[in-house]
């Protein structure tokens, strides 16, 4: 295997709730879960219902170490979390790990409390993977493995939202998942975290058009991505967190007319893998 690989694997770019239909056959239906390969380490960022599949091709790649690392516990980014059937598997390592909610609760609590009736059959003490947990705070570096150097930073949405940066071989990663702008302005935390990236992962929930009426509810634009990605120097710019109500053919509409603004532009669509 080639050490230096930088690999991208897109499990789920729907937002809020997943979807299924022949309007959505292209872009897939999954809510929000990416796979991070650094060489040999696997990392998924959230835990959306696309990581059912995720789940899958891990347990038949052989892979037995996993990190999870959430961006935030929103229903959209943890409800995959218990059909990850390598929770269920005692061959596997699985280390989760989350810093939005830092002081109120921890990793484990929150995976607890949501794991659990009457929401859920079985509570997380049924899974035979050896699980640990680690609670960080925005602005850490973490550093999961040798020379996987992720930086962090809070967003602007309801609740707090962790945003990655993470540099592997001498390039970046940037996921920018759940963040509401400000019309105009370059926020400079978002700034910080996507310059210069190879590829940055980026929430084009609403238009322009439609932010008016969405103002509070913590998401971003198209419009005001591809504004970011021409300002911060980047490589690739992916249209995620897809709204449920965007069709392929609007999304292909979206991929369109981003492209007219910034080169690198593209909507991610499910399993879709990306070498960095
Ligand atoms: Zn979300
Ligand atoms: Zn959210």
Redesign the pocket.
């Known amino acids: 295997m080639d050490e230096d690989l930088f690999r991208v694997k897109f499990w789920g770019t729907r937002?809020s709730v997943a979807v299924s239909g022949p309007e959505f056959h292209k872009y897939g239906g999954n809510t929000v879960c990416i796979e991070v390969q650094c060489g040999k380490h696997r990392l998924i960022f959230d835990t959306g219902s696309g990581i059912r599949q995720a789940g899958e091709a891990l347990t038949r790649e052989g892979v037995e170490s996993i990190d999870i690392f959430y961006?935030?516990c929103?229903y959209?980014?943890i409800i995959g979390l218990p059909y990850f059937t390598p929770l269920y598997d005692p061959k596997m390592s699985v280390r989760l790990w989350s810093g939005h909610m830092a002081g109120i609760m921890s990793t484990a609590e929150m995976v607890r409390q949501f794991m659990r009736p009457p929401w859920f059959p079985v509570e997380p003490d049924i899974c035979k993977a050896c699980l640990n947990f680690s609670d960080f705070r925005p602005l850490d570096v973490l550093e999961p493995y040798p020379g996987v150097r992720i930086i962090t930073d809070r967003l602007n949405?309801?609740?707090g939202?962790v945003g990655y940066r993470i540099e592997w071989a001498g390039k970046v990663l940037a996921l920018i998942?759940?963040t509401e702008h400000e019309k105009g302005k370059l926020d400079p935390v978002v700034m910080k975290l996507i310059e210069g990236a190879q590829l940055v992962v980026y929430d084009c929930t609403y238009t322009e058009d439609e932010m008016p009426r969405r103002f509070g509810y913590?998401?971003s634009t198209w419009q005001h991505g591809v504004q970011l990605a021409a300002a911060a120097n980047i490589g690739g710019f992916a249209l995620f967190h897809h709204a449920p109500s965007r069709t392929d053919k609007s999304l292909d509409e979206f991929e369109k007319r981003s492209q007219e603004r910034f080169g690198g532009a593209f909507a991610a669509r499910d399993f879709q893998v990306i070498d960095l």
Do not use: Q, S
């Open positions: 937002g961006t935030h929103h959209d980014h949405h309801p609740g939202c998942f759940d913590g998401h």
